[in-house]
C-alpha cells in the first residue's frame, strides 16, 4: 500500500523518461520536416514534367509570412504551385537523367554553364539601401589607381581575336572598393557589360574568351544605365558562362 502523496511510487520512471525522449524525438523529426519543406517544394516530376504535392508521410507545412529586403513579401512554402519551367533545351535521348541539348541561341538557353537562378528582380543594396554596383561615373571620390591600367577607352577582343567594342566605363561595388564589370560599347547606344572575372587586360586591349566578337550583341541588357539587378546579374554572368561550352561546336567535343 503506497504512502498518500506518493504519485510515483507505482511507475517505472525509466520507462517514463524514455517515453518522453521518443515522444519528443518524433516530434522534432517532425517539425524538421516540415521545416524543411519551405524551399524547393511542391516537386516536379521528372518523368511526368507535372509539379504535385509529393507529400509523402508527412504533409506540407502552412506558408510561413517573410519581409524581404527589398519590403516584399515572401511565402514560404509558396501558396500556389508555379508553372512547370519550360527550358530552352530537349533531353539527348529518352531515358530519366539524360543531358540537355539546347534549343535556339544555346547561350540564352539557361542550361549546363549557362544556368542561372531566378533571384530577386531588384539591385544589390548598401548600408543605406542604395544600390551596391554603379557606373563609376556616378561615384566621384572613386578612381582607378594610376599604377593600375585603366581599361576605359581599350578594345575589346572575343575569343576570336576580332574587335566588339571599346570599354567606355567600370561599374564599382562601392561597398567592396572593386570593378565588378566593364562597360562595352558595340554600337553608339548599344552598351553591354562584361563581368570582370571574364575579362582578362592585355597590353593590346581586352581579351574575352568565352565569346566570339559577334556574340556580344546578344548580352542580355541592364532595365537601367546606371544599376543592375540580381537577376540581371545572373543572366549576365550565365551567357558568358554558356560560352565557354557553346560558343562554337568545337568546344562541346573531347579534348583529345
Not at 527550358?87 to 541539348?101: C, E, I, S, T, Y
Not at 543592375?228 to 558562362?241: F, Q
Request: charged share 20%; proline share 8%.
Amino acid at each position: 500500500m503506497t504512502g498518500f502523496g506518493a504519485i510515483t511510487a507505482g511507475w517505472d520512471v525509466a520507462s517514463l523518461i524514455f517515453t518522453m525522449f521518443i515522444v519528443f524525438f518524433l516530434g522534432l523529426v517532425v517539425y524538421l520536416t516540415l521545416e524543411s519543406k519551405r524551399e524547393g517544394f511542391p516537386l516536379e516530376s521528372e518523368r511526368f514534367g507535372k509539379i504535385t504535392n509529393e507529400d509523402g508521410l508527412i504533409m506540407m507545412p502552412k506558408s510561413k509570412s517573410f519581409l524581404t529586403e527589398s519590403g516584399k513579401e515572401y511565402l514560404a512554402p509558396l501558396s500556389k504551385a508555379p508553372a512547370p519551367e519550360v527550358l530552352n533545351a530537349v533531353p539527348a535521348h529518352h531515358m530519366n537523367g539524360a543531358p540537355l541539348v539546347p534549343t535556339g541561341n544555346p547561350l540564352l538557353a539557361g542550361v549546363g554553364p549557362g544556368s542561372y537562378a531566378n533571384r530577386a528582380d531588384v539591385p544589390d543594396v548598401g548600408l543605406h539601401g542604395e544600390p551596391r554596383i554603379v557606373p563609376l561615373s556616378q561615384l566621384p571620390s572613386f578612381m582607378v589607381h594610376k599604377k593600375d591600367k585603366n581599361p576605359i577607352g581599350m578594345t575589346v577582343y572575343g575569343a576570336d581575336q576580332k574587335p566588339a567594342g571599346k570599354v567606355t566605363n567600370l561599374w564599382v561595388d562601392h561597398m567592396e572598393s572593386m570593378i565588378r564589370y566593364f562597360e562595352v560599347e558595340l554600337t553608339p547606344g548599344n552598351n553591354v557589360l562584361i563581368p570582370l572575372n571574364f575579362a582578362l587586360i592585355k597590353e593590346g586591349g581586352v581579351r574575352v574568351n568565352s565569346i566570339l566578337s559577334h556574340q556580344f550583341s546578344d548580352v542580355p541588357k541592364t532595365k537601367s544605365n546606371s544599376q543592375i539587378t540580381l537577376l540581371e546579374e545572373e543572366k549576365v554572368m550565365a551567357y558568358y558562362g554558356a560560352g565557354t561550352l557553346y560558343a562554337t561546336p568545337d568546344r562541346q567535343e573531347p579534348l583529345a
